[in-house]
C-alpha cells in the first residue's frame, strides 16, 4: 500500500522528478518550470511534499506514482513506458495538419527502435500526419535550436525549417519564400524529431 508523507521527504522526490524528466542539472528543471533557482532552493529547504510537481510530473513523463513518490520499484511501467527494457513501444496522440489547423487522428504507437540510441525517447511524443508526410514530434522541449519545427505563424499551423540567426531572430524556410523574424513573432509548438515520407 502506498503511503505518502506531506510533511517531510520532499528533497528526495524533488531529485525523482528531475531525474524522471531526464535533466541534468537543477538549473535545467528551473527553466523548465519557468521558476527562479531560489524557488527551487526553498522547496528544498522547507522538504515539504511538492504535489503540484508531482502531478505534473506524473502527466508530463508517465512515471510510476510508487517509484515517484517513494522511490520504490521501476521508474516506468504500462502503456506510457519510456524505459527500452521494459518496454518495445510507446501509445501517442496522433493529429492530422489540414489548412493550418490540427485535427484529432486517434493513438499511434511508435517502435522506440526507431530513436538512435544516443538520442534521449521525445518527452511528450506525438505523430502528426501533413499529407502523405509523417512526423514524429516532441510537445517539449527547453530551447529552440536549427531544426524542423511546428509552428503557428500568423494563426496557421506549419511545420517549418527554422535557423537561429543573432539577437533573438529566425530564418523560416519550408514555404514558398524564406524569410526572417523575431523568435517571438512566431510560436513553437512542437519539434520533429523524424521526418517519414
Avoid at 5 to 23: E, S
Wanted: hydrophobic share 40%; aromatic share 10%; glycine share 10%.
Amino acid at each position: 500500500m502506498l503511503t505518502i508523507n506531506f510533511k517531510a521527504g520532499g528533497g528526495a522526490v524533488l531529485d525523482r522528478i528531475i531525474q524522471a524528466y531526464g535533466f541534468d542539472t537543477k538549473i535545467e528543471y528551473c527553466k523548465h518550470l519557468g521558476i527562479t533557482a531560489s524557488n527551487l532552493s526553498m522547496r528544498y529547504k522547507r522538504d515539504l511534499y511538492p504535489s503540484d510537481l508531482v502531478v505534473k510530473c506524473l502527466v508530463d513523463t508517465g512515471v510510476r506514482l510508487e517509484w515517484l513518490t517513494g522511490g520504490q520499484g521501476d521508474m516506468f511501467a504500462g502503456p506510457n513506458a519510456r524505459n527500452q527494457s521494459q518496454q518495445q513501444t510507446l501509445e501517442v496522440p496522433a493529429k492530422h495538419l489540414l489548412r493550418g489547423e490540427i485535427y484529432d487522428a486517434g493513438t499511434f504507437y511508435l517502435d522506440i527502435g526507431w530513436f538512435k540510441p544516443e538520442r534521449d525517447i521525445p518527452v511528450r511524443p506525438g505523430m502528426l500526419m501533413d499529407g502523405a508526410k509523417r512526423y514524429i514530434v516532441d510537445y517539449q522541449f527547453n530551447e529552440v535550436n536549427d531544426g524542423r519545427w511546428l509552428t503557428e505563424i500568423e494563426g496557421r499551423l506549419m511545420v517549418r525549417d527554422l535557423f537561429r540567426i543573432p539577437i533573438g531572430r529566425v530564418k523560416v524556410c519550408g514555404g514558398e519564400m524564406p524569410f526572417e523574424c523575431g523568435l517571438q513573432d512566431i510560436r513553437i509548438i512542437a519539434q520533429v524529431i523524424l521526418s517519414c515520407v
